[in-house]
Every structure is written in structure tokens, then in C-alpha cells.
């Protein structure tokens, strides 16, 4: 049976959640539909998910359509928990991005689509909420046109909108509008329509473009634009239907190569790891040996499959299938079980920007927390914990305070341990302003090692992260410590990877390319250790030499205000250095976008409701990094790790753990 692994997806309140309620009770999953409001859906499971109304994690279900298993994956909508979905964008098929009738497109919605269009994941639109009043089908349209693409492909009309009772009439072969539209936007990438639509045929047969439509969809060149409601159940068959026709569907390869990526990992009852993992390739069963991050082997020891609306226990979980694996107790979300995906690396949204330090309420409580901490750290790496040695202080990045809040009830609800959050600080990153290069060689003072380490470290394009090279000579690599070059390649990325968490200024070091241009070892005497313990202290040397200049998060906001408010809007602005790029005037009302410093969108929300009668609209996403002018002083970070900068502490802190 073929699989359709698909994503969800929205700004936060579009309904989502209530579209997958309505998916699965119209495949026959549940006998009645399940409430956001009362805590009653199949998705929000968790306590907080319920008690708030919102999705907090990705959730797995399954259904069946024409003979089609379909994965459907429920994502968080509010952006403070844009790293959920982050996760699961590696792993699908194709993808629903919601839009709200009402609402039509936000600030989620347009850097949901980005990430869509960058991984080319084919994608329908189905706007919800056509029951609502205010709904506006052609307003709506406009919207995501201008906002998001203009290859879109309305489906069909809506009858009755803002009422109890609207329809969606989806169009056929008999609408010669819709097919004359329909062949005029596939011609545009279809040279054999094209010549068909010059040539005056205007008798394009229609079952030719449907098959056109579902090329292009698969291909993420166009987006079909379905309408309906959540709540009602309009507009859901035409969307169903759509799935298996428009969106591709694997069978996988059962007999490949094994390869699979880890997008979730949870706890069970008795504090059991449990990973999810999308099988691209192979199979994995019960009692199998998987290879894992920490380069160990690790044993199966239970699998569930997702079916049928919930996961059920089996023996082996095969290509195209999502399934929950036991037993791998040092798993990490992102890791590649078996053989890596070209497309399975990459990051597709801005980190967090936000830091902030969590405080137990007893003292006593320190050491629970931080296990505490540990385990949230593994179901959400980009919390980043981070501690503080020396003043025993405990870190946590973050995307808002509507995360911290989250967190907090958690560490309450589900250990036990009564937190206080001190105020968010923003997170700068630091990036190379040059070349530098370093290298220790063994038997040479001062390096203390049994290892030969030499690295250089270069700027690279901004937003492309980290990337490592290996340059040193075959013969130089100790292989019988790591068995394979290419274990040796990871072992080394990984480290570098963690050293480059603070930098110069103690913050994380991104948007480079390190090479390792030296190594050697001495057998048998060499070991792995020896080469993960001096490589931050060549590393640091070499980005000692290269320097490297701090950056700030800047956010793109859009603003709506009305017009008479444009000029004490703008002196706030200014106050809050923000830089307008365009305003346009709109009837009574102006629409101004640009950059604004991150540190400042909290102060400008809670300025602009008095600024504007309550009527101004405030959007914003982060954009980019961007070097912090020389004027201004450049902030620092206390380093919470061994502190390579200073060899002598390094030292220090590295034998006395030994």
C-alpha cells in the first residue's frame, strides 16, 4: 500500500487541529468529532495542549484513502513553537497550509510557506473558517496572491460564505472558465500545453490538465487553492479527494538500503525513550542493532507502527512508514538511522533569540531540575540548555513567553519542580570576520595530547550554519579508534560543532566552514578522546586569529495603523530603531514594513494599542542577523563551558574530570 506522509500546518488558531479532526472522522477513524475548546481532539493530548486550546507538539495519525495510508502529522501553529515543526518538514511528503477566511494570511503563515517553497514540498492551500462572518473568498485569494504565490489554482467557488451553512462547488469539465484559466497557468511550465494554448485549442481535453495539475502540485510549481470549514464539513470531500490525486504518494523501498530520521522523541510511563522515525528506505525490526549518535550499537526492543488513527504494535516497520521505536536510549531527534538523505540536513527556520535563566524555587531542587531540563532538551534540542559551572546558573534559549510559560507548567506538572523565570535577554550569534588557522602537534609542547589537531575557520555565506571539512591525509586519520573515515568525519563535525556554541564573545559561532587541514595519532596510545579534547583549543586559536564581529536578530514586521496615528507611530519607530522600508497609504488606514531589533517588537506591541485606539496591527517574523553597528558596545556572554580560550582553566577543568 503506498503512504502519504502529510503535513498540517498553519498560523496559530486557523484551525488546524479541528481539520484534522474533520479528516479523520470523514475516513471513519473516530465516530465524533473532537473540540479545541473542550480538550477533546485526537492530537492535544497533553494536558497543557488542552488546558490552553493550542498545539504544543507534533502529533502522529492515520488514515486511509483509496487505498492510500496516509500520515497525517498535526504541527504547532504559534511561533514559539516553530521547532516542532521544524522537525517534521524533513519527513513529509507533501503538505496543508491553512488559512484563516477571516484572517486570511499572518505573519506564521507567510514563513510557513517560505519554508514549503525552499524544500519544494508540494503543498495545498485550504482555506477554513468559510462559516464564519467576515469570510471573503476573493479578498482571501488577493491575499495569499500578494503574500505568498501567485501560481494559484482555485478549485472551485464558495456559495453562501459567512453563513451556517456555505458550500464549496468545486470546478469541473463543464466550467470553461475555470479549464481555460486552469490551462493558461499550467502552460507557463508545460511546453507542450503551451503550444497547445497558442495554438488557439481551445479544446484542451480536460483529463490532460488534471494530470498537469497533479505533475506541477507534486513538483511545488503550483498550489491548488481549496475552500471550506473545519466545523461544518464543507469543502472536506473536495479535499480529500485531493490528497491522493494532487499530492505524491511512496510505496518506499522495502529491500533498499536502511535510512530513517528520528523527528520526535517522548518519554513513556516509565521514563522510557521512545523515538519517531520516518523510514525512507528498508526496514527495521524488533530485536535489530541500530548504530545511533553516540556510536553505539543499540538494540529495538519494541516497535509501533502508526495506522488507523493510532499506533499499533509490530513486529517490523517498513519503507514509508512512521513508526515508534524502543531501546535506543542515546537517540537524538535528527538523527539518520542508516544511510543519510541528501535532503535530510538543514535548518529551515531562525533559531531562538531569546535566552533567559530558570530558577528553582527551592534550592534543593537544583539537581531535579536539571534532570528535568535534560529531558525536555531531548524532545526540544533548541532549548539549548545550558549551565553555568561556576555559578551553578541554568539557560534555556527560547522563541517567546509563551514558550517560558509552557515550560514552566511543565517542569510543575510533570516533575515536580516550581520554577521562576528571570526576564528574557537576547541571543546574539557571532560569525568569523576573517581567515585563521590553527594546529598543535603531537609530542610538541604544549600540547598536553596523544593527537595531532589542525584547523582553519573561514566566513561563509550568511544563514548557511556550519560546515566541516576534512582536507587531512588518509593516512593521518586514527581508524582503528574510529573504524571509518566517515565515523571519524561526524565524530569530528559533532565537536566542532559543540565548541562553536560560544565564541569570542560567548556567543554561538555560525556561518562558517571549518577544515580540518592536520591530523595524527600515534598506535595504539592515540584515542578519541584525545582528539575531541584538543580540538576546542585549536579551534578557539584559530577563530582568535580570524576574530569574529557579534549580530543581532532583526525581525520583519508589517504594521496597519490608521492613518490620522502616522506620525507618532513613526517617532516611535524611530525610538525603537526601527527602519520602515515602504508605507502605503490604503483608504483611512497605512500599511508600513520593515526591520526592527528583536529586543524591541516586545516594547512596540505593548506601545502601539494606545499609540492607535486599539486598532493598530502589529506582525512579525524574524528575518536575518546583521552585524551590530560600531557605535554601539558590544554585548557579551559568560562562558558556561571549559572555557578554551584560556588553556590554563581548559586544562584544569578537563583533568580533573578525568
Known amino acids: 500500500m503506498h503512504t502519504l506522509n502529510l503535513g498540517i500546518l498553519a498560523h496559530v488558531d486557523a484551525g488546524k487541529t479541528s481539520l484534522t479532526e474533520r479528516l479523520l472522522y470523514a475516513a471513519g477513524v473516530i465516530d465524533a468529532i473532537g473540540s479545541v475548546d473542550d480538550g477533546s481532539t485526537q492530537t492535544d493530548t497533553l494536558a497543557l495542549e488542552r488546558q490552553r486550546g493550542i498545539t504544543i507538539k507534533s502529533a502522529v495519525v492515520s488514515f486511509e484513502v483509496n487505498d492510500i495510508t496516509v500520515n497525517l502529522i498535526d504541527t504547532p501553529g504559534h511561533p514559539d513553537f516553530i521547532a516542532e515543526v521544524e522537525r517534521v518538514l524533513s519527513v513529509l511528503d507533501g503538505a496543508v497550509l491553512v488559512v484563516s477566511a477571516v484572517e486570511r494570511v499572518q505573519a506564521q503563515t507567510r514563513v510557513l510557506m517560505r519554508a514549503l517553497q525552499r524544500l519544494r514540498i508540494p503543498t495545498l492551500l485550504f482555506v477554513n473558517k468559510i462559516d464564519r462572518p467576515g469570510a471573503d473568498a476573493a479578498r482571501v485569494l488577493d491575499d495569499i496572491a500578494q503574500k505568498l504565490t501567485p501560481a494559484i489554482v482555485p478549485m472551485g467557488t464558495v456559495c453562501g460564505p459567512g453563513t451556517h451553512d456555505p458550500r464549496f462547488e468545486p470546478s469541473g469539465a463543464t466550467d470553461v472558465a475555470f479549464a481555460s484559466r486552469l490551462a493558461e497557468l499550467l502552460a507557463d511550465r508545460d511546453e507542450r500545453l503551451l503550444a497547445a494554448y497558442l495554438d488557439g485549442d481551445a479544446l484542451i481535453p480536460y483529463g490532460r490538465l488534471r494530470h498537469a495539475l497533479a505533475e506541477q502540485t507534486s513538483r511545488a510549481e503550483v498550489y491548488p487553492v481549496f475552500f471550506g470549514s473545519a466545523i461544518t464539513g464543507a469543502g472536506i470531500d473536495a479535499l480529500v479527494a485531493a490528497l491522493t490525486e494532487l499530492l505524491p504518494s511512496t510505496d518506499g523501498d522495502a529491500d533498499g538500503p536502511l535510512s530513517g530520521t528520528v523527528f520526535k522523541i517522548e518519554r513513556g510511563p516509565a521514563g522510557e525513550k521512545i523515538a519517531y522515525v520516518r523510514l525512507f528506505s528498508g526496514r527495521i525490526q524488533t530485536r535489530d542493532r541500530l548504530l545511533?549518535?553516540?556510536?553505539?550499537?543499540?538494540?529495538?526492543?519494541?516497535?509501533?507502527?502508526?495506522e488507523r488513527g493510532a499506533a499499533a504494535r509490530r513486529r517490523v516497520v517498513t519503507a514509508g512508514q512512521i513508526g515508534k521505536l524502543w531501546g535506543l536510549g542515546d537517540?537524538?531527534?535528527?538523527?539518520?538511522?542508516?544511510?543519510?538523505?541528501?535532503?535530510?540536513?538543514?535548518r529551515h527556520f531562525a533559531p531562538p533569540s531569546l535566552e533567559a535563566a530558570v530558577v528553582p524555587h527551592r534550592a534543593s531542587d537544583r539537581s531535579r531540575l536539571y534532570r528535568a531540563l535534560t529531558q525536555l532538551a531531548e524532545q526540544d534540542p533548541l532549548i539549548n540548555l545550558r549551565q553555568d559551572?561556576?555559578?551553578?546558573?541554568?539557560?534555556?534559549?527560547?522563541?517567546?513567553?509563551?514558550?517560558?510559560?509552557?515550560?514552566?507548567?511543565?517542569?510543575?506538572?510533570?516533575?515536580?519542580?516550581?520554577?521562576?523565570?528571570?526576564?528574557?535577554t537576547t541571543m546574539y550569534i557571532e560569525r568569523p570576520s576573517g581567515v585563521g588557522a590553527a594546529v598543535e602537534i603531537l609530542g610538541r609542547a604544549p600540547n598536553p595530547f596523544c593527537a595531532t589537531v589542525g584547523l582553519r575557520i573561514e566566513p561563509a555565506a550568511p544563514g548557511s550554519g556550519?560546515?566541516?571539512?576534512?582536507?587531512?591525509?588518509?593516512?593521518?586519520i586514527p581508524i582503528f579508534v574510529y573504524k571509518a573515515v566517515d565515523e571519524f568525519r561526524q565524530a569530528m563535525a559533532a565537536t566542532i560543532?559543540?565548541?562553536?556554541?560560544?565564541?569570542?564573545?560567548?556567543?554561538?559561532?555560525?556561518?562558517?566552514?571549518?577544515?580540518?587541514?592536520?591530523a595524527g595519532y600515534i598506535s595504539p596510545i592515540s584515542t578519541a578522546a584525545d582528539f575531541r579534547k584538543l580540538t576546542p583549543l585549536v579551534l578557539m586559536s584559530a577563530l582568535e586569529q580570524a576574530g569574529s564581529v557579534?549580530?543581532?536578530?532583526?525581525?520583519?514586521?508589517?504594521?496597519?495603523?490608521?492613518?490620522?496615528?502616522?506620525?507618532?507611530?513613526?517617532?516611535?519607530?524611530?525610538?525603537?530603531?526601527?527602519?520602515?522600508?515602504?508605507?502605503?497609504?490604503?483608504?483611512?488606514?497605512?500599511?508600513?514594513?520593515?526591520?526592527?531589533?528583536?529586543?524591541?517588537?516586545?516594547?512596540l506591541q505593548r506601545q502601539l494599542p494606545g499609540l492607535t485606539r486599539g486598532e493598530g496591527v502589529l506582525e512579525s517574523a524574524f528575518e536575518r542577523y546583521e552585524p551590530i553597528g560600531s557605535a554601539s558596545a558590544v554585548p557579551t556572554r559568560p562562558r558556561t563551558d571549559d572555557n578554551p580560550q584560556n588553556r590554563d582553566e581548559y586544562l584544569l577543568h578537563v583533568r580533573r574530570r578525568v
Open 497 to 518: 560543532h559543540t565548541a562553536l556554541q560560544q565564541g569570542l564573545y560567548g556567543w554561538r559561532v555560525t556561518d562558517c566552514t571549518v577544515t580540518m587541514t592536520d
Open 292 to 306: 545511533v549518535r553516540s556510536g553505539q550499537e543499540r538494540k529495538v526492543t519494541a516497535i509501533h507502527v502508526v
Open 389 to 424: 559551572a561556576t555559578r551553578q546558573g541554568l539557560y534555556v534559549s527560547l522563541y517567546g513567553e509563551v514558550q517560558k510559560e509552557v515550560i514552566q507548567a511543565t517542569l510543575a506538572n510533570e516533575f515536580g519542580v516550581e520554577v521562576e523565570f528571570q526576564a528574557s
Open 466 to 476: 556550519v560546515t566541516f571539512r576534512l582536507e587531512a591525509e588518509l593516512g593521518t
Open 331 to 346: 537517540v537524538q531527534i535528527g538523527d539518520v538511522l542508516g544511510t543519510a538523505r541528501a535532503t535530510s540536513d538543514g
Open 550 to 603: 557579534v549580530c543581532e536578530p532583526l525581525h520583519h514586521f508589517r504594521l496597519e495603523i490608521p492613518a490620522d496615528t502616522f506620525g507618532a507611530v513613526m517617532a516611535i519607530l524611530a525610538r525603537q530603531q526601527a527602519a520602515p522600508h515602504t508605507q502605503a497609504l490604503r483608504a483611512a488606514a497605512y500599511l508600513l514594513e520593515g526591520e526592527i531589533p528583536a529586543d524591541r517588537v516586545h516594547d
